[in-house]
Each structure stands twice: as structure tokens, then as C-alpha cells.
């Protein structure tokens, strides 16, 4: 059972960036492809972005793609989400979320395909 922790949410001005991470409790994460996912409200989880376990592959979702970045330190079991200038239309809960995948390059975007997840760090964007 892999145990996923995100922090580093807040309140942040439009324009403006947050870092936030997903620590793993997994000490095998290595093996693991990690995603975001957000949900605002009244709205559906969406993806975010992915990231393979090895190698560069990394996927976004267009409305991120440019400002957002994701990336992974293996050796600290910790994924993490860069976002910057951020929007009002960003404001959502994030989540990270992991699987354990026999391909190096696969980066999900379903929820569906993901096995753990963590409980959401809120991000609030103001304009």
C-alpha cells in the first residue's frame, strides 16, 4: 500500500507560483508513474499532469501546458508540481496520485488507471 502526502497549497495572486509535492511512502517509487489531478468546484478531477518513472516522458494537460512543470525526485520519493502564473481558473484542489506500471515511459491521464492517491492539497488563485 503506497501512501501519497501532497503540501505546499495556499492562496496565491493571479500572475503568481506554488510548488507543491507528493511524498510517497512506497520506497520502491521508482517504479511508480505519478500524476496531478485537480478538482474545482462544482467541476469534474481533472488531469493535470504526468510523469513516467523513467526517462523524460511527461504529459500535461493544454490548459497547463507552459506553466505548469512536472518532476520527481526518485531518491526522496517525492513528485512535485511547479505551477506558475498562475490563473483564477487554476483554483482547485490538487491531487497527487501513483501506479505501479511495467513501462518506463507510461504517464496515465485517467484517474482510472491510477491505484493511490493522496488527499489533496486546495490551491486558491485570486484575481
Known amino acids: 500500500q503506497v501512501q501519497l502526502v501532497e503540501s505546499g497549497g495556499g492562496l496565491v495572486q493571479a500572475g503568481g507560483s506554488l510548488r507543491l509535492s507528493c511524498a510517497a511512502s512506497e520506497h520502491t517509487f521508482s517504479n511508480y508513474a505519478v500524476g496531478w489531478f485537480r478538482q474545482g468546484p462544482g467541476k469534474e478531477r481533472d488531469f493535470v499532469a504526468a510523469?513516467?518513472?523513467?526517462?523524460?516522458?511527461?504529459d500535461y494537460a493544454d490548459s497547463v501546458k507552459g506553466r505548469f512543470t512536472i518532476s520527481r525526485d526518485n531518491a526522496k520519493n517525492t513528485a512535485y508540481l511547479q505551477m506558475n502564473n498562475l490563473k483564477p481558473e487554476d483554483t482547485a484542489v490538487y491531487y497527487c496520485?501513483?501506479?505501479?506500471?511495467?513501462?518506463?515511459?507510461?504517464?496515465?491521464?485517467?484517474?482510472?488507471?491510477?491505484?493511490?492517491w493522496g488527499q489533496g492539497t486546495q490551491v486558491t488563485v485570486s484575481s
Open positions: 496520485a501513483a501506479v505501479r506500471v511495467p513501462l518506463n515511459i507510461a504517464t496515465p491521464r485517467f484517474g482510472v488507471e491510477y491505484d493511490y
Open positions: 510523469i513516467a518513472w523513467g526517462g523524460p516522458n511527461r
